[in-house]
């Protein structure tokens, strides 16, 4: 008998939480076409890290090195994220002498990957990769 994953009921029957995504963009109802959106803004980088940040310590994941905006949106954090971001990527990778490393950025419309946020830990691969899985669902929603 084959059992495919999306017929399936995998990992119990509780139904996984919901929570709201994370945006990087702002939306407002359109007074003139009601029951549609328009777009306002794309959010600050800073907006979006504390957001972010916030909910990393409610969760308790909060890499122990550090947690940050990376150096090129740093210098300004008030810039508005790029406004032809495709993907938000989250991923772990090991350090290049210690800890591993855990990336938050953009892959805009081209294909280019920019970092927006970056932590750091000596808690373990598995951990970083706990913090990645929980800011890849913080985008997701």
Known sequence: MAVYARFALLGGSEPEPVQEPIDIEVWEPNPEKPGYLRFVRMKTVQEVFDELEARLKTDKLLPDEYFTISPEYDRCPEMETPKDWWRIACFAVKGVNEGHYVHIGIIRAGGEYRDLF????????DY?????GACTRYFEG
């Open 118 to 125: 970056l932590g750091k830990t000596f808690q373990g691969l």
């Open 128 to 132: 970083a990769l706990k913090v990645a």
